[in-house]
């Protein structure tokens, strides 16, 4: 009986952390050339511009932000375009690079420590995945980044590390799709 009783604890407690953000909408940007589902809520869309050193990069971003009972405390999409004879996603000798210099940055920006990356693809596209851990070990990103020709996106999750294995991250990330 105990054994019964084992079995039936260990599937309701995996129960609750297979739950996910939700309900979900999808949503799709024609000038973004994407679309993605979102966990429902108020998503913030702006656009944001910076000076660096290749010019002025113009950034889209695309927020949502949810309560800490929630899998994630924030969604986010951003989109960019590089200017011609940058960077290109066939640009094979920059692309390390640029990624390496993409992800030190993030995690500096959030005084985080990059714990985790690798190489990844989308469609014939190269790009990375990556893992921030930062306010003091609490809260971790996880980013998933790919250069479409010149177009950089940047999918991202904020979670509070109990809850930093959800399926709300891999349903926002997996359902993101450029449209060609």
């Excluded at 079995?7 to 993605?36: K, M, N, R, V």
């Excluded at 702006?46 to 950034?59: H, S």
Aim: glycine content about 4%; overall charge negative; proline content about 3%.
């Amino acid at each position: 009986m105990k054994y019964i009783h084992f079995i039936f604890l260990i599937f309701s407690i995996s129960g609750l952390h297979a739950q996910e953000d939700g309900p979900w909408t999808y949503f799709q940007s024609l000038d973004g050339d994407f679309s993605i589902d979102w966990p429902d809520g108020n998503r913030i869309d702006k656009v944001d511009t910076v000076e660096t050193a290749i010019g002025k990069l113009v950034y889209h971003v695309f927020l949502l932000q949810k309560n800490e009972k929630s899998d994630n405390v924030m969604y986010m999409l951003s989109y960019c375009d590089y200017p011609e004879n940058t960077i290109h996603s066939d640009s094979t000798e920059l692309l390390h690079d640029f990624f390496e210099a993409t992800m030190d940055q993030a995690a500096k920006s959030v005084n985080g420590d990059l714990t985790y990356y690798d190489f990844s693809w989308y469609k014939d596209y190269p790009g990375y995945l990556w893992r921030i851990d930062y306010l003091d070990g609490k809260a971790l990103i996880k980013t998933k980044a790919f250069l479409v020709n010149r177009r950089y996106y940047a999918l991202q999750t904020v979670t509070l590390r109990p809850k930093s294995l959800n399926l709300s991250i891999d349903r926002f990330m997996d359902s993101f799709k450029v449209i060609e």
